[in-house]
């Protein structure tokens, strides 16, 4: 994240991501905005995607909204039908929680003993560290308790939400014929103390396949695709939900 001032529509921009811009709003309120930007291999790999903030914005929102309908808790509070959400500002925790439905990826460079996309019963939760210069290393339990990131109710209550959230975008996707491969949450701590899920719900932070095995999200780009087939691959996505997208909204 880089930090500079700078004012667009009356909002202070705070800093810039590798996929997000962050502004300020007021003192409890910040806007995201997604970029029309993807990278990959710690940025070893990056180019523009015309329509990728919109369409990670809108999923995003849908996603964020759905699970608000359940009762589960989130930083997100509203859309402006482009490429902005308005969050809560959250005092986050420097951890990205993957939740693993399905063996791929890093695990089975780490455990090759899985056959890949075997299904993992129950699903397996992950920390990560958010470093980038550490290229957010897998940490332990302990690691976080004994580090004074979290007390040990706190990570048991961050897996319990955690896998909660997985179940439910899990049987989403099912119902629209995909399998929901991996997903990266992040969580955030509200004014009263109470964890949030915060950040992005899209084809940039999960994984998953359609009947044929296709992905339907940036695992296409870190194999090799243009970045035309990227945005064809998450329109595909938007559609298999109901999201609506036209042409139009993409340059928004
Ligand atoms: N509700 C929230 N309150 C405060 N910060 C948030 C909230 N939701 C997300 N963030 C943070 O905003 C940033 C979003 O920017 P972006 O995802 O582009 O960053 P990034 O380059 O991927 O870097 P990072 O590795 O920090 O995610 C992240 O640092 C994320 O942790
Ligand atoms: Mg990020």
Known sequence: MT????????????????SKRIYV???????????DFVTAFDGARK???????VVNA?????????????????HFIEYDGCRRITVKKLDMVPLEVIVRNYAYGSLLRRMP??????????????????????????????????????????????????????????????????KFIDVKFEFGRDSEGEFLLADE???DS??????????LDKEVYRKGATPQELISRYLELLRKLGIEVCEDDLRC
């Open 47 to 53: 180019d523009n995607v015309l329509g990728k903030g």
């Open 113 to 178: 003993l899985f056959k890949p996309l075997s299904k993992l019963e129950p699903p397996i939760v992950e920390f990560h560290y958010k470093d980038d210069r550490l290229h957010d290393p897998l940490v332990l339990r302990e690691d976080v308790v004994g580090a004074g990131l979290l007390t040990d109710g706190e990570v048991e209550e961050i897996i319990k939400l955690s896998l909660k959230i997985n179940e439910f975008l899990t049987s989403l996707f099912e119902e629209r014929g995909l």
């Open 25 to 35: 709003k007021d003192v409890s309120t910040i806007v995201l905005e997604f970029k």
């Open 201 to 203: 719900i899209t084809g």
């Open 58 to 74: 809108r999923i995003s929102a849908y996603l964020f909204r759905r699970l608000e309908e359940e009762g589960i808790k989130t």
């Open 206 to 215: 999960f994984r998953v396949i359609d009947s044929d095995g296709r992905h």
């Open 3 to 18: 930090d500079t001032t700078e004012i667009w529509m009356g909002l202070n921009f705070l800093r810039e991501g590798k």
